[in-house]
């Protein structure tokens, strides 16, 4: 089951998204990536050219989402956005983007966003993002999108970015560096979903408010202009919210309380090894509680088994540390394929590129075509 956001909460049932739109925890347990399936030998950038460009129609059925290049991706990431983004491209239109722009407003080395970049796009490649299913690109290859965002922001009131959680939360945690591009990150954050008219945006419950901020953007502009964008929808795993290492807050890069799911099993073992877990259960010999034990809670997206080993804690038949070591394990063995594939791909960052660059080039008439349209109903066009 998925969630869309409209407002309030609501599953949405499988009919309405398609075929195999989205992987479910047990669905995700039986099937793996299956890597092997999705990456057939065919030269990856040939297979992005042999996609489809799509259209310019305003559809409420196109999917797209960002992620920002910023290291290796970790567990929250794939457990409560990549799993939906590799299961939505079978639906045959989907755009991902690997959004550097926005990765500015928070590191100023040039260095780190390009190779930051180009890693995220081999780990999404290796993770089972096919070029021949759906688009995948690099933001600053489409500069349109920045075009598009300075236009949106003309009808965007100051207080409304202003309001943000995650603006509010970077100025108190990085009171060195509040730029102006981080106040307007959601704007531009809207601009790239509507440039090309995307109405399903899988991400993690963390966007749920960049995400209605955006409908109100667009609407806004609706309103000035006249109908003509969507209202995107984010579209959740049925994990939303993946907890880090600490138990507490959400797994994130910028709390370091993460589990690099692509790193080698040395790091992946230890960042298992560090989890809190029932902080109650002090003794090997007391019984634990499954319910609020994260380590736990993740053995439900690694095995069938998962209420036999929380019966285990609750039993005290098996102790924190055997749960953990099992838990790595069964990390390390679902990634290994995805692993090697990455390896693979760091040694061919030439063909790595070249996807990109053809998924950017692809996107080159939808992106034209919708500023086209914005530029004449905003009177900066002659009108035709
Ligand atoms: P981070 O917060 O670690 O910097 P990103 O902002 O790059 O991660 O997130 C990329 C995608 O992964 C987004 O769709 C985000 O909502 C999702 N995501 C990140 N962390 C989690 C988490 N702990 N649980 C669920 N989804 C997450």
């Known amino acids: 089951m998925i969630w869309a956001e409209d407002g309030k909460s609501r599953p949405i049932c499988r009919d309405e998204v398609g075929n195999h739109a989205v992987q ?9 990536p299956r890597l092997a399936d999705r990456l057939p030998d065919m030269a990856m950038a040939e297979k992005q050219n042999e996609y489809a460009a799509p259209s310019a129609h305003p559809t409420s059925e196109r999917v797209f989402s960002g992620v920002q290049p910023s290291g290796l991706p970790h567990l929250g990431n794939y457990l409560g956005a990549f799993r939906n983004y590799i299961a939505l491209q079978e639906r045959g239109d989907a755009i991902y983007c690997i959004v550097d722009y926005h990765a500015l407003t928070s590191t100023h080395d040039p260095e780190a966003i390009r190779r930051n970049t180009h890693d995220m796009a081999i780990a999404l490649l290796a993770l089972g993002l096919d070029p021949g299913r759906a688009i995948l690109f690099r933001q600053s290859d489409r500069p349109e999108h920045t075009e598009l965002a300075y236009l949106l922001s003309t009808v965007v009131p100051i207080a409304w970015v202003e309001r943000t959680p ?5 100025k108190r945690n990085r009171p060195e560096d509040v730029n102006h591009a981080l106040l307007t990150y959601p ?13 399903r945006v899988p991400v993690g419950r963390d966007q749920q408010a960049h995400l209605e901020l955006a409908r109100e953007i667009l609407r806004a502009w609706n309103r000035t202009y006249g109908e003509y964008f969507v209202e995107p929808e984010a579209v959740f795993t049925d994990s939303p919210v993946i907890l880090g290492t600490d138990g ?12 690099e799911i692509l790193a080698d099993e040395a790091t992946i073992r230890k960042q298992v090894m ?7 259960r002090i003794l090997r010999t007391q019984p ?3 319910e609020i034990c994260n380590v736990c809670q993740l053995h439900r997206f690694f095995g069938d088994d998962y209420e036999y080993i929380w019966d285990g804690e609750r039993t ?30 760091e040694s061919k960052p030439d063909d790595v590129e070249e996807v990109l660059h053809a998924g950017a080039d ?11 349209v914005v530029h004449d109903r905003m009177g900066l066009a002659r009108k035709e």
Not at 24 to 32: H, Q, V, W, Y
Not at 166 to 170: D, H, Y
Not at 274 to 280: C, E, G, P, R
């Open 24 to 32: 479910t925890a047990a669905s995700f347990r039986l099937m793996g």
């Open 166 to 170: 995650s603006f509010k939360e970077k």
């Open 187 to 199: 704007v531009l954050q809207t601009a790239d979903i509507a440039i090309y008219h995307a109405g």
């Open 248 to 259: 507490v807050r959400a797994m994130s890069k910028s709390v370091g309380n993460v589990i």
């Open 274 to 280: 560090s989890m809190v877990t029932d902080t109650q």
């Open 288 to 290: 634990g509680r499954p």
């Open 316 to 345: 005290a038949r098996t102790g924190c540390v055997d749960t953990k070591k099992l838990l790595a394990d069964r990390i390390i063995s679902h990634f290994a394929e995805a692993r090697e594939r990455a390896r693979e791909l």
């Open 362 to 372: 692809k996107l080159a008439p939808l992106a034209a075509e919708t500023l086209r």
